[in-house]
Each structure stands twice: as structure tokens, then as C-alpha cells.
């Protein structure tokens, strides 16, 4: 009878408990057009972004900021993927966690051309993806990466593509828990990491969100701590009813 009292309890309270309003958790903030990576100028070629977990919970959200690069952009597949002991994203496709395409005309114009880096205004180029339909769960601490790649499966040397922008620094990145990848089939060039070893530190763009779970142990004392409340509620009711 305690026990059926108890899930009882549970079923009744412990929801408003857990499902919560997202947050944001991580994240490294552009202010001013900095660097871009293409993504899809051949069809190996693809960005990402290491992060790390501050907040346990359900990964709800991902923003950063992108732009269509190409004449005839198709789709941006944006990746969630585990990392190796080196702490790069997996190499196998076969261990993606998840997966959302993003419809290539729905993506940001570039605008500013011709005008200097500094006056180009990238509030317009931030986009927004909601992942809750993915029901990614993750534990402070744990580490994953979000990467980008075109869907047009033709590649070339020049084709469709998009631009993901990011940050540049000669030491540390500007994000301490984390850094950015490019895989190309190519000897890249450019400012990005390759998926393998490098001598520079970048950092796309970002924002992270998530709706926060409590860890097993902090939910029991919360729970404790409410069952104790309307414990005491109700003796001062009987109490007075007395």
C-alpha cells in the first residue's frame, strides 16, 4: 500500500520536477564576421564542432551561424556524433547518434558583398534547429560533436555548398571545452582543423540547449524534500481540522 502511495506520489509530482524550460548550455558567441569553412565544395568536405556537457538533460536545440555559399545550395545534413580517444568526431558514418537535414533554401543568403569584413552584420545568419524530436540524453561531462555536411551526393572540385563561420586563435580557442574540425578528401588550406592532427585551435559559432534532467540523486532529495512538505501540510491541516 506504501509503495502504490508512493508511484502514485510520483506520477503526480515528479514530472513538474523533471520536464523543465530548455536552457542554454553551451556555447561561444560571434559578434563580428571572423573566418567560414565551407561545406560541400567537394562532397567530402565537412565542418564540425567538438562540445562538452555542462548541464544534464535532454539536447534540445543547436544555433550557429550559416549561410548559403553556392549557386545551387542542396541540403545541409547537420550531425550529432560521438568523439575518438583522440577526441575527434567518429570518422564512421555507421555511429552517428543523430541526424537532421536541413532544407538548403531555408539556410541564411549571404549579403554583404563587397563590403569590408568588419562592417558585415551576421545577426542575420544565425539559424536555429530543434532536436527534441531526436531524444538525445546527455550526462555533464559528456562530449559529442555536431557536424555539418552537404547532401549532394556529386560533389566536384567547386559546387553547392554552405559556410559555416567560426572563430580564430593561435593558442586555445575561444571555447576552452571543445575545438573544430574539417574533414576534406583534399589538403586543406584553410584556417579549420582536419579531422586528424593540426597546429591551430578554432571554434565555429554556437549555442547549445538543453532541458534539464536531475541526476538520480538530486531527484530523490528532491523528492524527499517535497513528500516532507506536503507531509507537514497535512498534519497542520489535521491538526487544525482537530
Known amino acids: 500500500m506504501v509503495r502504490f502511495g508512493l508511484a502514485i506520489f510520483l ?7 523533471v520536464f523543465a524550460t530548455e536552457v542554454l548550455d553551451q556555447y561561444h558567441h560571434l559578434t563580428r564576421y571572423m573566418s567560414a569553412t565551407g561545406v560541400g565544395y567537394n562532397h567530402d568536405q565537412r565542418a564540425a564542432q567538438t562540445v562538452q556537457v555542462g548541464i544534464t538533460g535532454q539536447l534540445s536545440r543547436i544555433e550557429f551561424w550559416t549561410i548559403q555559399d ?4 542542396d541540403d545541409l545534413a547537420l550531425e550529432i556524433r560521438p568523439l575518438e580517444m583522440d577526441g575527434s568526431p567518429v570518422e564512421s558514418d555507421s555511429s552517428i547518434l ?14 554583404g558583398i563587397g563590403l569590408p569584413v568588419s562592417q558585415i552584420d551576421i545577426r542575420p545568419y544565425l539559424f536555429s534547429v ?4 531526436l531524444e538525445l540524453f546527455f550526462h555533464v561531462g559528456d562530449n559529442f560533436a555536431f557536424a555539418f555536411r552537404n547532401t549532394d551526393p556529386s560533389g566536384g572540385d567547386i559546387g553547392t555548398a554552405f559556410s559555416v563561420l567560426g572563430d580564430l586563435a593561435s593558442g586555445l580557442g575561444p571555447y576552452p571545452y571543445g575545438q573544430a574540425f574539417l574533414r576534406n578528401n583534399e589538403q586543406v588550406s584553410g584556417e579549420f582543423f582536419e579531422w586528424a592532427t593540426t597546429t591551430q585551435t578554432v571554434d565555429l559559432g554556437f549555442r ?30 489535521n491538526t487544525l481540522l482537530g
Open 98 to 111: 543523430a541526424q537532421v537535414v536541413i532544407p538548403g533554401d531555408t539556410l541564411p543568403v549571404r549579403g
Open 11 to 17: 506520477a503526480f509530482n515528479v514530472p513538474s520536477l
Open 130 to 133: 530543434d532536436l527534441t524530436p
Open 208 to 237: 547549445t540547449y538543453v532541458v534539464p534532467v536531475p541526476e538520480p540523486a538530486t531527484l530523490t532529495l528532491m523528492v524527499l524534500i517535497l513528500m516532507s512538505t506536503r507531509m507537514h501540510r497535512w498534519k497542520g491541516e
Open 70 to 73: 553556392g549557386d545551387e545550395p
